[in-house]
């Protein structure tokens, strides 16, 4: 949560930080602000998007060569102009921009108002920077060891970049459980929560480790040590992402583009997988194959959408390898006394690899003593470097906040982690699975299918854009797909949703049904699917709109069960998620533009959820 960015160097630095604004503005958007420093300092802040922030600006004086820039999700304070970072000091000559939260931060604000400190904001971060410059003069610091100090008094999760108006050569940076990654350009510098904003400028990088802080310099020098001062050698990484894959290359949102990049980020993240002998290649598992063979159960610890997709794992790890697996919310994990030990190995999953509630789960269980495996997206993320082992899902940047293709990516892993479990533990025959890998590893031309259906889908779409409610049924594997269906419609249009057991529907949710109330049951199950059609009957004698997802071929046997159908091609059961889920998306995309949401900024949410 929160975007921040900062420059140092030759070029002007206010377009650099718009710019890279722009690009991390699906990390909150609440409000935006830059601090320039020529002369002096210069600070534009304003509620609302970065374009906001723009108008206010361009009318200014924006020269200066450095400066630092923030775009907000809301933490401490209303989302507005005074609490917007950048937040000043006391005498107005330092400013900093922070991700994260200052648990502490009452403490140190009546103390320091005791000293004299006024405050302008509700924030937390204003805090700290008069923390910061507190210490600075009290004890004659300069600012690096000032920050140094002043972090040493600070409880919770940070990355601040803090600049200085009398010293227009130095940046500081600093993080303790929020990311950090530091461009290295010829004689400039580039700050920011996420590569995104720095891959047009420079390839190399340094992902910045918890509790360390880094002093950069205009003439190309930067020096990374522990908040404790212990001097560290860093290690520079070469960004594989490109430029042009973060645009929208025509499509409307960004979302809508993710949608469609899934006939590739599918097949990227399935490469390399499945050598031509069928065995299934996971590198990570190879690092960790003696604890998973003495492996008592499978712990799947995520939040979100990956929550959702760690519950498919669930149920193709326990079908297929028949091992026991748990799907935990990672929120709760932690303050639920869980039981581990050195036989369980814990399954991370995050988009972003930087989900502080999941960072935390991770903390306990290595703790403990247990394994930890991550499935992330994001190559050098704190997860990555965090765990023992694990594997990228490789779908490439996604920048709607609505998780799309991380989802099917995340599924995909989960899918080949299954097959390869089943395989060490023989617990399917081989016609089995050769018939498993082959329909998955094919999977690429029935992606396409289900995405040229995406007229139809409008046209259903039209007709749910008026409702407010919505119920989504799904049995068995497709279960936790229905889960994602709801999350997918009250994520951007606002309509209220829910995923439930086609079968526990009668067990409360179906109070809520009467005339034209909208159930869409994912129906794609060839295993369960009289069962789920029994359930569909029974919200259909109470009137209910039908939409139904189903297997090609049965659409005809179907049309007296459901008002409207979608066809999915025939994979197997346990591939389906990866398919039913796609028209779930568009249903979503197409419902909430008629609504007027912003589908890619959807209210009061972030991308990389990393405050708890």
Request: glycine share 8%; charged share 25%; aromatic share 6%.
């Amino acid at each position: 949560m929160c975007g921040i960015i900062g420059y140092i160097g030759k070029r002007q630095a206010f377009p650099v930080i718009i710019k890279g604004l722009q690009m991390l503005e699906y990390r909150g958007y609440d409000s935006a602000g830059v601090a320039l420093v020529e002369n002096n300092m210069k600070v534009f802040k304003k509620k609302g998007k970065v374009a906001e922030l723009l108008k206010l600006a361009e009318v200014s004086d924006t020269k200066g060569t450095i400066g630092i820039g923030h775009t907000r999700w809301a933490t401490h304070g209303a989302p507005d102009d005074k609490n917007a970072h950048p937040h000043l000091s006391q005498s107005g000559k330092l400013a900093v921009i922070h991700n994260g939260i200052i648990e502490n931060y009452i403490v140190l604000k009546q103390a320091l108002m005791k000293e004299g400190h006024t405050f302008k904001s509700d924030t937390d971060t204003e805090v700290l920077i008069h923390l910061i410059e507190a210490v600075k003069e009290k004890d004659n610091l300069s600012l690096l060891e000032a920050v140094r100090e002043a972090l040493t008094q600070v409880i919770g999760a940070y990355a601040i970049i803090v600049m200085d108006e009398k010293d227009t050569d130095t940046l500081i940076v600093a993080r303790r459980g929020s990311p950090l990654v530091l461009g290295i350009g010829e004689e400039e510098f580039f700050i920011a929560s996420d590569a995104s904003p720095i891959v047009e400028y420079t390839k190399s990088v340094v992902y910045l480790e918890d509790n360390q802080i880094a002093i950069v310099k205009r003439n190309g020098e930067y020096n990374i040590s522990s908040i404790a001062g212990v001097p560290h050698t860093p290690f520079i990484e070469k960004l594989t992402m490109e430029a042009e894959a973060l645009e929208k290359n025509g499509y409307d949102h960004y979302m809508q583009k993710e949608i469609f990049e899934q006939s590739h980020s599918i097949a990227d993240a399935l490469r390399g997988h499945i050598l031509p002998d069928r065995s299934v290649h996971l590198r990570g598992l190879e690092e960790i194959s003696e604890a998973m063979n003495i492996a008592r159960r499978i712990i799947i610890v995520a939040c979100g959408t990956s929550w959702i997709s760690g519950l498919v794992g669930e149920y193709l790890i326990e079908s297929l390898a028949r091992m026991p697996v748990e799907v935990e919310y990672a929120s709760e994990f932690r303050y639920r006394k869980p039981i581990l030990n050195k036989h369980d190995i814990v399954i991370a999953i995050s988009q972003s690899g930087e989900t502080a509630d999941t960072l935390a789960a991770l903390q306990l269980a290595k703790e403990f003593g247990a394994v930890t495996y991550g499935i992330c997206n994001v190559v050098g993320s704190s997860i990555a470097r965090m765990t023992d082992a694990g594997s990228y899902i490789h779908v490439g940047p996604e920048i709607g906040v609505a998780s799309t293709k991380a989802f099917t990516g995340q599924v995909v892993i989960l899918s080949l982690l299954a097959l390869l479990l089943a395989k060490k533990r023989e617990t399917l025959s081989e016609e089995e699975y050769n018939k498993l890998v082959d329909s998955l590893e094919n999977i690429g031309d029935s992606v396409d299918k289900v995405l040229k259906e995406e007229k139809k889908i409008k046209e259903i779409a039209e007709i749910l854009k008026n409702k407010e409610n919505a119920l989504f049924l799904g049995r068995g594997i497709l279960f936790p797909v229905a889960l994602e269906g709801a999350l997918k419609l009250k994520e951007i249009s606002y309509i209220h949703a829910e995923g439930y057991p086609a079968a526990e529907m009668k067990h409360g949710p179906i109070a809520l049904v009467e005339k034209d109330f909208p159930v869409i049951t994912i129906a794609t199950n060839e295993s369960l699917i009289e069962k789920v059609i029994s359930n569909v009957q029974e919200v259909k004698a109470r009137g209910a709109l039908t939409i139904g997802l189903v297997r090609e071929g049965n659409a005809e046997d179907m049309k007296n069960i459901f008002d409207h159908i979608i066809e999915i091609p025939n994979v197997p059961d346990e591939w389906m998620p990866i398919l039913s889920v796609l028209p779930l998306q568009l249903l979503a995309y197409h419902t909430a533009i008629p609504r007027g949401a912003d589908v890619d900024k959807p209210r009061n949410l972030a991308k990389s959820v990393t405050v708890e």
